[in-house]
């Protein structure tokens, strides 16, 4: 009997040499999600004048740079293309140029060794009995470790006390043209996605148990789209020509203009180019998820100020899926059903 896996965004992928020539994109996040690798600064808005978005690192977080930057002295074959660090996590892409006699993650644990040295020597990370230690303190009313939550976050519960860095790292292999352009900007991007989710909480928060059209959904964004009297679904068969698609392209533009809230599941060429035209026009959308939301979801960066103005509703009707489907034609039906029946009622 085959062994369902666990849905992991950590799991390696199984038709990958992680020795092999080949650019990553590298996610690897703070024990306990603690901030303690620099302070977010900047507004959100591009407005003139407006302090652009950025991270202020601390100490730990300039010693965390220095060693993502050094990599290439223990692994000549690894180049280091980009590093973004966040309060919380870092993203960081390599570029290894030929084969290593390693395994990537023997270059990713380095890193985090060298990392949690400089945090122990910084003072900012206790060992594991100093740690636990101090947590007993602190149920007795002796002052705790040096850790103080922001009004949106709440103090984080350690697995593994005296731990810089969580269990394992994310990957994603760049392997098609313009991807690489893409994630780099991707990069660069971040702290302003950051700002615009602390500035409006409520439209970046997955909701789970949203009721939509007799179904038990998650939901994040505009809830109040659903009530829109008049909601149009986008629907392409993949045989479309391309005037078939521009010609449905305009209708839908035309429609929301004068107030339609289109809704899509966004899956067919059609679909995304329908939806992509309506998102740059400022139209609202309701969009339909195929895989449902994974863990710390970042909306697409075309997604993520349609959300802070209250333009875009993301609904998942399914739980989180990592592993690619192998019903995929009778997910997709049910999906344009789904999507037929919230353009039907007026919730």
Known sequence: MKQQKVASMKR???????????IYMI?????????????????????????????????LGEKVRACWMGIPQYYPKVEVMKLCIMPDHIHGVLFVHERMDCHLGAVIKGFKAGTHKAARALGVIKTAQ????????AGTGTKA???????LQAAPRLQQPGALWERGYHDRLLRHAGQLNRMLAYLDDNPRRLLLKRDYPGMFKPVDNVIVAGRTMTAMGNLSLLASPVKL???CSRHLYPNEIE???LYFLAAGQKGAVIVSPSISPGEQIITTACMEQNIP????LLKGFPPFFKPKPRYLIA????????????PWQNEKLENMRARCLEMNTLAAQICNVNE
Do not use: F, W
Not at 130 to 137: E, G, L, N, P
Not at 285 to 288: F, G, N, S
């Open 12 to 22: 390696r992928s199984e038709h990958n040499d992680y020795a092999d020539r080949g």
């Open 27 to 59: 996610t690897i996040v703070t024990e306990g999600r603690r901030p303690l690798l620099g302070t977010l600064t900047g507004k959100a808005d591009a407005t003139e004048g407006a302090e652009r978005p950025a991270v202020v690192l601390s100490a």
């Open 130 to 137: 100093k740690t636990a230690t101090m947590s007993q303190r």
């Open 145 to 151: 470790a040096p850790y103080t939550a922001t009004p």
């Open 233 to 235: 679904q986008v629907q």
């Open 247 to 249: 010609q449905r392209k």
């Open 285 to 288: 959308l309701i969009v339909l």
């Open 307 to 318: 959300c802070a103005e209250g333009r875009l509703l993301l609904l998942a009707p399914y």
